[in-house]
């Protein structure tokens, strides 16, 4: 499932990462790894905040949607 139907405050593992190879790229240099463990903190708006690898960061709802956990 995309990370953007994870519920709130629950730890998942990143299965796939999906899109163009600078998406993935992008999103791996920010910790989004598969196997890797994401935890998503909250949501406003068109926004996720996330825990991963022990910092938080946020992203758009369709960069988080490339995500599936």
């Known amino acids: 499932m995309p990370l953007t139907m994870a519920p709130l405050g629950e730890e998942r593992m990143i299965l796939r990462i999906t899109g163009r190879d600078h998406v993935q790229k992008h999103l791996a240099n920010l910790g989004f790894v598969t196997g890797g463990n994401v935890?998503?903190?909250?949501?406003?708006?068109?926004?996720?905040?996330?825990?991963?690898?022990?910092?938080?960061?946020?992203l758009d709802k369709a960069m988080a949607g490339r995500i599936l956990v």
């Open 39 to 58: 935890t998503v903190i909250s949501e406003m708006g068109g926004n996720m905040i996330l825990k991963v690898k022990e910092a938080r960061v946020a």
